[in-house]
């Protein structure tokens, strides 16, 4: 079993929807959690961020992490055509090493 | 200000042929990574530098994998006699001091026949 589990996706959804990306985590240990996005052959590049249970929100954007769950989830209100990419969550449990999830392929449709 | 820069871009190389990547980090940035990020996965820790110090190469794959970042700034992978599962995007990111977030650059993609 992956420390990280992230469904691959693809999700499909029409412009202007609501989307949900989630992953969930085995080591009750990682304390830093961040989201990236990484559009075809780029890096990926930091969206969120966030140390503490709860809500984080930054645009259309917003994170929530339940440490209690062991889930963290990102939000993404009036999706546009430009959010197509692929999103990854990331974990870091101290220190520097930090372990990626596998990517969820989103797609927006105009 | 600039990124981080990676080169090159794209390396096709003949299956046992040595390769050297290179990793230009964003200036000041003490911490530097790499990973290794097959298709359609997230990227895989490899090696850690703060400043020349490599810190933590538990996620080289073997021994054939090397890096090094002699003064600080710039850091090479290097991938003696490569093998066919080498072919891969390989990933640099820096940080800046105190910070856990990491800054990625472009990736070298790595093709080996």
């Known amino acids: 079993q992956k420390e990280v589990e992230q469904d691959p996706g693809p999700l499909s959804v029409p412009e202007g929807a609501i989307v949900s990306l989630n992953c969930t985590y085995s080591n009750s240990a990682f304390q830093y959690f961040m989201w990236y996005r990484q559009y075809s052959r780029k890096g990926p590049e930091l969206l969120m961020y966030?140390?503490?249970?709860g809500n984080k929100e930054d645009g259309r954007f917003t994170a929530q992490v339940d440490k209690s769950s062991k889930y963290i989830s990102l939000f993404i209100r009036d999706s546009q055509p430009s959010d197509s990419a692929t999103y990854l969550c990331?974990?870091?449990?101290?220190?520097?090493?930090?372990?990626f999830g596998a990517g969820t392929r989103l797609f927006v449709k105009a | 200000g600039a990124g981080v820069s990676q080169s090159p871009r794209y390396k096709v190389a003949k299956r046992g042929q040595d390769v050297a990547l290179r990793c230009d980090p964003i200036s000041g940035h003490v911490s530097l990574f790499w990973y290794q990020q097959a298709l359609g996965q997230g990227p895989e820790f490899l090696t850690y530098f703060q400043n020349e110090a490599q810190l933590d190469k538990s996620g080289l794959p073997s021994d054939r994998f090397f890096a090094e970042r002699p003064e600080g700034s710039v850091s090479t992978l290097k991938i003696q006699r490569t093998q066919q599962e080498d072919s891969a995007v390989y990933l640099c990111a820096s940080s800046p001091p105190r910070e856990e977030t990491q800054y990625f650059g472009p990736g070298t993609r790595l093709l080996v026949l």
């Open positions: 990331a974990m870091i449990r101290g220190g520097f090493k930090t372990i």
């Open positions: 966030t140390y503490s249970s």
